[in-house]
């Protein structure tokens, strides 16, 4: 498997395994956002993350997340995979955790400002009376004043959004997410398994924008008791639908574990162990 | 959307589609193939769906069905989408219905060496005492003696398989599926549409295969009953799946047929006209 069909299965992995939480998946869609929105994103973004893998390309990693969400924004089930992009583009670049630390330390002005071009594709929420909040127009001329590259842009935003927060700890917790899935397991039980690992440890900062800290509190420690075994995952994941609750970041991270597992040798086919 | 992502997206949504009586489905798994399976399958294929696609490519239609059955092995899930790369690649190399009915008149016996290699890669089942019988080791000596082309062996087998059958009759079950598509409206629904209808005009020559002509006569009644509203397609599905029985060369045909149709407009998504 080369390293852009790792990324693109990592995709599809993710986004069927089920149940998980309150995410599209293969038995659950969401109104607008349906499970083949997602698979049409795996397949559509593959020139974009050809691109991303391509050693000495001339495409930035600005300019390369710009057109894997014009790819991929080209249907109207709005975003499925930004975040994911974040985190694949630069692991793509970089070949692993280690050459994607040092491919975000590269990221330029350039970067920056394709990046924010990328998000208006998107309807992404930021948030309120931030200088560098997407729908302000003035939000460009900021980063070109204070000179800001795209890992400044990251930096900026680390204590609100847990997918930016990889770009200046060394992907840890896409490290994490790969430790928990090689632990976990093959194949979709071992996805299920680390995705509920991974949001009983840390509160998802999609949650926390769309419903506020203390719901995606609650949905950290509900987490832990599904782990526990003290409460039904079935039950959970049916409530999580019916509020709306999504924890989105914790998916784009387990897309980002499942690139890194795959490449570990971690089984995306329990049948191939039979 | 290029020709090739057509392909994998005609993969991705017939496979998705539900409910389908019978096959592997959003919300089914067969006990060794799963949905996975199939979605990987759509992912890995594209190298070869690239050179079926490639004008004045070396690479002929045998060798290109060859190795999309190789890339397409590497798990164990079994046979995936073998049916549909008979039809796909002649589509992708002669871009519609009247190029591919143009490609396979052309194939060589060079093809037919290929194909049979193919056909060694994964398990399908051919009918007894057949010369053509790819557990013969003595088929592809009949093969060599009797000069027999790619087509050659399709027309042999059309009594029997429906898939080789387009080769001979121009696509016309190709033809038919993309119309109902068109005829079914949008998306996951017009999809299950199509094949309803699809699988009530005619038997399926893979349920032949596996549980003889009465259950598939028996299926394609059902499957008008369905239609015309005197029978519950959620209850026919469960009944199909619990007897094992998997229409699996008329979802053959519904991607052959969603690859056309959305080359003609058929919108996939119908979100997007809202």
Request: aromatic share 6%; with cysteine.
């Amino acid at each position: 498997m080369t390293p852009v069909e790792r990324a693109q299965m990592a995709m599809v992995l993710e986004v069927t395994a089920y149940p998980k939480p309150g995410n599209v998946d293969r038995c659950h869609d969401y109104e607008g956002t349906r499970l083949e929105h997602f698979l049409a994103s795996a397949v559509l973004a593959r020139p974009a993350l050809e691109k991303a893998a391509a050693e000495g390309c001339g495409a930035g990693i600005g300019e390369v997340l710009r057109e894997a969400v014009r790819l991929t924004t080209t249907h109207r089930g709005g975003n499925t995979h930004f975040g994911a992009f974040i985190l694949l583009v630069p692991l793509l670049r970089g070949g692993n955790i280690e050459g994607a630390a040092r491919a975000v330390r590269d990221t330029t002005v350039e970067d920056a400002i394709q990046f924010y071009r990328a998000f208006s594709l998107v309807k992404v929420r930021m948030l309120p009376s931030d200088p560098l909040d997407v729908s302000d127009p003035k939000a460009l001329d900021h980063i070109r004043e204070k000179g800001m590259t795209l890992l400044d842009v990251m930096d900026h935003s680390k204590g609100h959004d847990m997918v930016a927060r990889e770009w200046v700890n060394g992907f840890a917790r896409t490290r994490g997410a790969a430790d928990h899935l090689r632990a976990s397991g093959c194949g979709r039980e071992g996805v299920v398994a680390a995705f509920l690992r991974l949001l009983s440890e840390e509160i998802d900062t999609f949650i926390v924008k769309e419903h506020g800290p203390l719901v995606a509190e609650e949905v950290r420690r509900r987490a832990g008791e599904v782990l526990a075994g003290r409460e039904d995952l079935a039950a959970f994941d049916a409530e999580c639908i019916a509020r709306g609750i999504n924890p989105g970041s914790t998916a784009d991270l387990i897309i980002a574990g499942i690139y890194i597992a795959l490449g570990e040798g971690w089984e995306w086919d329990c049948s191939r162990k039979g």
